[in-house]
């Protein structure tokens, strides 16, 4: 007997996504369509009723997912308050919980159910390019173990993911049909689209594109993206201050879950020599915006014609724009 097939879409908010899911609709029975959005709880507010917007225009249930790591927590909890370890640093110097390190980690080691914040607390760090562990753990893990959830119930899951070639050099080999797993399938069928064919596959469908893109963002995604270059943090701080605030904050409490005492939302290595002080002043957010700042005049992303930045996130999912 065959399994009967579901078609999970997964939606970030995005244009490519957003045009993903009206190809699903068109082409699939609508009972088969599952559109799922993985939460990360780093999102502008613009995301969240753009979702609303979507499920009423298109008169469809996005379901929402997200990690939840309150179990880690106690665990977590538990290993620094009992660490004796001296171990090293990559530069070789010893490093160990002290006591004073031990207390403020111990202090705000709790779930704040903000998804992102909550697992760089427990890493002890905020990702980066080289470690982008936030796709992983944020949006890979969950839409996998959701999709897996589906296997078990005796479906094929066809997992539709809205990656364009042309978006990023490290998209540029995506594969439109791809078998991941047992019963499980990736699909692409925007692999070789143009923004212009995406933008066009809204006005047939009579669906405006998230209007963030009209604000200065070329993506949609985390507020801000690690991955986010000079222009889009210059236009993140000037038109979202509040989410560069919340920023440092965060800054604050996973720097005091961090046995070296500090943690910065950017790695953008802007540090000239290696002290731990000087790594923490020059990298934290407020410094970020100060190196972003163009010296005369502002820029504005256009859709059509800027080039896309070539360090886009590699999820090869496509979770994130
Ligand atoms: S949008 Fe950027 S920061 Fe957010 S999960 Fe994706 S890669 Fe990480």
Redesign the pocket.
């Known amino acids: 007997m065959t399994h009967p097939v579901k078609h999970v879409v997964s939606v970030s908010g995005g244009k490519d996504s957003t045009a993903l899911l009206l190809l699903a609709l068109e082409r699939c029975p609508r009972d088969s369509v599952i559109p799922i959005f993985c939460d990360?709880g780093?999102e502008h507010d613009a995301v969240y009723e753009y979702l609303a917007y979507l499920e009423q225009a298109l008169n469809v249930r996005i379901v929402r997912l997200k990690a939840d790591f309150s179990e880690w927590f106690s665990v977590r909890r538990m290993s620094i308050a009992q660490d004796s370890r001296i171990g090293r640093d990559k530069h070789g110097r010893r490093k160990r919980w002290t006591n004073k390190g031990k207390r403020h980690a111990l202090s705000v080691l709790y779930p704040t159910g903000i998804p992102y914040l909550d697992l760089c607390m427990l890493i002890g760090r905020f990702?980066s390019s080289q470690m982008?562990f936030?796709?992983q753990h944020?949006?890979r893990d969950v839409a996998v173990s959701f999709q897996t959830d589906l296997i078990d119930r005796g479906f094929n899951v066809v997992s539709w993911q809205g990656i364009r070639r042309e978006e990023s050099y490290r998209r540029k080999n995506a594969k439109k049909i791809e078998r991941i797993g047992p019963n499980l399938y990736a699909f692409r069928p925007l692999v070789d689209w143009t923004v212009e064919q995406v933008f066009e596959q809204h006005r047939r469908a009579g669906i405006a594109p998230n209007p963030i893109y009209l604000q200065g963002m070329p993506r949609v995604?985390?507020m801000p993206?690690?991955?986010c270059g000079k222009a889009q943090i210059t236009e993140i701080a000037a038109r979202f201050p509040e989410y560069i605030v919340q920023k440092a904050e965060w800054e604050a409490l996973v720097g005091k879950a961090s046995k070296q005492r500090f943690s910065t939302y950017f790695n953008k290595g802007l540090h000239g020599d290696k002290t731990l002080k000087h790594i923490h002043e020059a990298n934290r957010i407020e410094a970020v915006i100060e190196w972003a700042r163009p010296s005369r005049g502002g820029h504005q992303f256009d859709l059509l014609t800027d080039p896309i930045e070539l360090d886009a996130?590699a999820?090869s999912y496509g979770?994130?724009?």
């Open positions: 990360t780093n990702p982008p936030c796709t944020l949006k995604g985390c993206c690690i991955n996130c999820s979770l994130c724009e």
